[in-house]
């Protein structure tokens, strides 16, 4: 009898005579491209630096594509947004101590975000290692100490014939629910060795599926299936696992209203009759979910924001699915479903029994209108007319990357996504300076349709620099920047906090000149012409820049009240 763990793949006569006879002048970095074009990667990120050009020297004897930023965060950043879009481990190519330490809030974004990002970094020489202090060049007692809090694994090679396995193990790592960026460090001389071993072939890291229990997922049907008023929470593990398809069908069959967070932006159609949209920080939303009698958590860990800065406070029964086991209940006692979004929808989809709600529609349209009504008596009409503009002008199914900026607020809570996986933001970690890098990265994993980036001045400087990579690779990004002088979200909570400001206020320069000597397009626009500015600009092949100059605020928080 023949078992599966008994079946070894064969090699092919082509890769047999490969491995007798490996080309001459390979290092130590041709191993870590063979792998990654072995396990299906096409694209790396990153920066070059002393320690790592083994790895880079190595690019132009492989078929990758190479997409390099000027800054390493930002190409974290940018490998963030291409592993968001293609649900593929990013690979982000880094040098030794000071090129690696630059990409931590990066790799801290996409943690907080679940996007697989394969951080492969140098380190110093095999000699150098085990912690003492030996003067090498960006030297550190423990280079992959400063990660481990961040990235859901490390992975330390030694030698050459270590190097296909490790970054095998990241791969899966990284792919494996929930998804995240995983840290590979090789020294120097590692890379540089000229190699004998053969050319990697047949590389396999199939991630882990994580499927729920089935007597969990029983319970959790039969509440659902009872419940008089139930809801739904769609957090971002629903995009990650592409399941909103699954979520809306769940969704109809329980006629529970759905409210998206944040990070969940484009889980559930905006329009539906169901869709709570994604009013968050909005106490009526609150009320609605605290009053449900059985509250259906996925893919969100209820943290501060998604739960309207800890004021919410469910009174009936919370069931949350959730694949990162740290959040499972961390926030709300719960019946804790330990999975992948998909697999767990699916299991309830095969057992929930269908109910009737003909008042669940209501509840939502009730809902809306009393935050429509809100936001309407506080005089914002700029600030919506501008959101409106920008939804007008982006193009269905064009992706949008936001960084921490008043507008993204607004965002947050009254952007129709118009789909899954379009819409993104940095509002996991919290780190300025996201938006344009990241847009550079969808782009360059789908060239075929405009990218909207939008920052304020403030997180604009954050990647000045990254004019130069989009003009240089000819990425299809537009960024809006709106100019308010200053860090206006933090000028706003200083006001309110101590009725003045300070180190909020910023000399910036003339973005339009400053794109235009780069050789990218820039318009200055006015709230009024905003809309047909960034149609033309999205419509432009290549990148441009969009400036508006305006002082937006923020609606009134309910968290406070």
Do not use: C
């Amino acid at each position: 009898m023949t078992h599966d763990h008994d079946l070894v793949l064969r090699p092919t006569a082509a890769q047999i005579s490969t491995a007798l006879n490996p080309p001459p002048g390979r290092n130590g970095g041709d191993l870590v491209v063979e792998t990654l074009a072995g396990l299906g990667a096409t694209t790396v990120f990153g920066l070059p630096g002393q320690h790592a050009l083994g790895m880079f020297d190595a690019l132009r004897r492989s078929s990758l594509r190479y997409i390099g930023l000027r800054v390493e965060n930002n190409a974290g950043f940018a490998a963030d947004a291409y592993g968001r879009i293609t649900g593929e481990a990013a690979p982000l190519l880094l040098s030794t101590g000071p090129g690696a330490l630059t990409s931590l809030a990066a790799l801290q974004e996409a943690a907080a975000a679940s996007a697989p990002v394969l951080a492969i970094s140098s380190q110093i020489p095999t000699a150098g290692l085990g912690g003492g202090r030996h003067g090498y060049l960006h030297e550190l007692p423990d280079q992959a100490a400063s990660f481990r809090g961040v990235v859901k694994s490390v992975h330390t090679v030694r030698s050459q014939s270590q190097i296909p396995s490790a970054i095998a193990a990241a791969w899966k790592s990284a792919l494996t629910a929930p998804h995240g960026p995983v840290w590979v460090e090789i020294p120097q001389d590692v890379l540089l060795a000229e190699t004998g071993l053969p050319v990697v072939t047949a590389m396999d890291a199939t991630p882990d599926d994580l499927a729920p229990r089935p007597e969990l997922t029983a319970v959790a049907a039969d509440l659902l299936s009872r419940a008089a008023r139930p809801a739904i929470i769609a957090g971002g593990g629903v995009v990650r696992a592409d399941a909103s398809g699954k979520l809306l069908q769940l969704a109809e069959r329980l006629d529970a209203p759905v409210v998206t967070t944040f990070g969940g932006k484009g889980a559930f159609p905006w329009q539906h009759p169901l869709s709570m949209q994604s009013w968050l920080e909005d106490r009526y939303t609150t009320d609605l979910l605290e009053d449900a009698d059985v509250l259906l958590v996925v893919g969100s860990g209820l943290g501060e924001l998604s739960s309207n800065y800890h004021t919410f406070k469910p009174r009936g029964r919370v069931i949350q699915i959730e694949a990162d086991l740290g959040k499972l209940e961390s926030n709300h006692p719960a019946l804790g479903i330990h999975a992948d979004a998909r697999l767990a929808l699916q299991a309830l989809l095969e057992t929930v029994s269908p109910r009737e709600d003909d008042q669940a529609a209501d509840r939502v349209r009730d809902l809306l209108a009393r935050v429509a009504e809100r936001i309407a008596a506080q005089e914002l009409t700029l600030e919506q007319d501008v959101l409106a503009s920008v939804r007008r002008a982006l193009p269905a199914g064009s992706p949008s990357f936001w960084d921490m900026t008043i507008l993204a607020y607004w965002a947050w809570s009254a952007f129709d996504a118009r789909g899954a996986n379009t819409m993104h933001s940095a509002q996991g970690a919290g780190g300025l300076g996201y938006g344009f890098p990241a847009a550079l990265g969808a782009a360059a994993a789908d060239p075929s349709r405009p990218v909207l980036a939008v920052s304020g001045d403030g997180g604009a400087l954050y990647s000045i620099a990254e004019l130069a990579t989009a003009k240089q690779y000819d990425l299809p990004v537009t960024w809006l920047i709106v100019d308010d002088g200053g860090y206006g979200i933090l000028r706003e909570y200083m006001t309110d906090a101590f009725g003045q400001s300070t180190a909020t206020e910023l000399t910036r320069p003339d973005y339009v000149a400053l794109a235009e000597s780069f050789g990218v397009p820039g318009t200055r626009t006015t709230p009024e012409t905003l809309e047909t500015d960034l149609t033309k600009a999205l419509a432009t092949p290549g990148p441009s820049v969009v400036l508006l100059p305006a002082v937006l605020r923020m609606f009134a928080a309910t968290h406070l009240d």
